[in-house]
Nanobody, 124 residues
Framework: EVQLVESGGGLVQTGGSLRLSCAAS????????IGWFHQAPGKEREGVSC????????YYASSVKGRFTISSDSAKNTVYLQMNNLKPEDTGVYYC?????????????????WGQGTQVTVSS
């Protein structure tokens, strides 16, 4: 089973950038769909982006398209989420998660392995 550890969160002003990392161990991330999820305070966890590196496939939620970029580094077994032009509504905990490569929907219940999350706070 793959283990995931996120890092890179922090406090940034509106319009700023952060790069989140999701380091995988125990298995190669290329064997999975790796998703990034956002949980705002008091709200449900929702999908932001995912990557299926073995199929050269990426997906973005409409709320982040054009601002966020997902990528991977096989040598480091790490998936990244570059977040640009951050907005206050991007504030929350970001989780990366691993699911099967046959996943068609970026919803939490389809992903079985989760990291502990990293806090992102965007000040206005």
């Amino acid at each position: 089973e793959v283990q995931l550890v996120e890092s890179g969160g922090g406090l940034v002003q509106t319009g700023g950038s952060l790069r989140l990392s999701c380091a995988a161990s125990g298995s190669s991330f290329s064997d999975y769909t790796i998703g990034w999820f956002h949980q705002a305070p008091g709200k449900e966890r929702e999908g932001v982006s995912c990557i299926k590196s073995s199929r050269d496939y990426t997906y973005y939620a409409s709320s982040v398209k054009g601002r966020f970029t997902i990528s991977s580094d096989s040598a480091k077994n790490t998936v990244y989420l570059q977040m640009n032009n951050l907005k206050p509504e991007d504030t929350g905990v970001y989780y990366c998660a691993a699911g099967g490569t046959d996943i068609d929907y970026l919803v939490p219940w389809l992903f079985g392995s989760w990291g502990q999350g990293t806090q992102v706070t965007v000040s206005s």
